[in-house]
């Protein structure tokens, strides 16, 4: 049985790389910056996580729980996209960029954290996630999105009151649309 405290450490931990993600893409956070933000020493980092890349799966897990533990037992296509949008700091600086030397296993940890969540057979799971499950190749489609979503996130200015909504709007109308076609 883990202790209390371990979970106080491990979530103090996620939590300081979470708020760096805010902030700074991935590939410019060092080990050393994310131990000062958790007041945590770099043995203690070690003992609880490989190295950077391994965190950032714990603060995807984060980001995900925070989300499924709002009371709601099903999300809307409009909250769906106000997921994304809200989190579009942290999801874009999880991207590595193509040339790091980081790409191949920060692409491997995202992937295998996506099928993990599209094919756990969860009760709190996303409405979204099962119409996921029930497409012809999952994988696939929520890659699709995902890179999707990011790039259509990335074309707008989300402190423009306007581009927000516009791409609000069409976020919606994807996952909409995604609902409609796995009934």
């Known amino acids: 049985m883990v202790s209390y405290a371990r979970l106080r450490t491990r979530n103090q931990i996620t939590m300081a790389m979470l708020t760096l993600l805010k902030t700074h893409r991935i590939e410019n956070i060092e080990v050393t910056q994310i131990c000062e933000a958790a007041f945590i020493k770099r043995s203690t980092f070690y003992r609880y996580f490989h190295d950077k890349i391994d965190l950032s799966e714990a603060v995807l897990d984060k980001l995900l729980e925070n989300w499924q533990n709002d009371g709601q037992e099903e999300h809307t296509a409009a909250e769906i996209a106000d997921f994304f949008m809200d989190n579009y700091d942290v ?93």
């Open 91 to 183: 999801l874009s600086h999880l991207r590595v960029d193509p040339n790091s030397r980081h790409y191949a296993e920060t692409q491997r940890i995202l992937q295998n954290w996506l099928m993990t969540h599209i094919t756990a057979e969860t009760e709190s799971a996303p409405a979204v996630i099962y119409k996921i499950r029930r497409a012809h190749d999952p994988m696939l489609l929520s890659t699709f999105l995902l890179e999707g979503v990011f790039g259509v996130l990335a074309q707008a200015n989300l402190s423009n009151q306007r581009d927000r909504l516009r791409v609000k709007a069409f976020l919606v109308e994807v996952v909409e649309r995604i609902d409609q076609s796995s009934r």
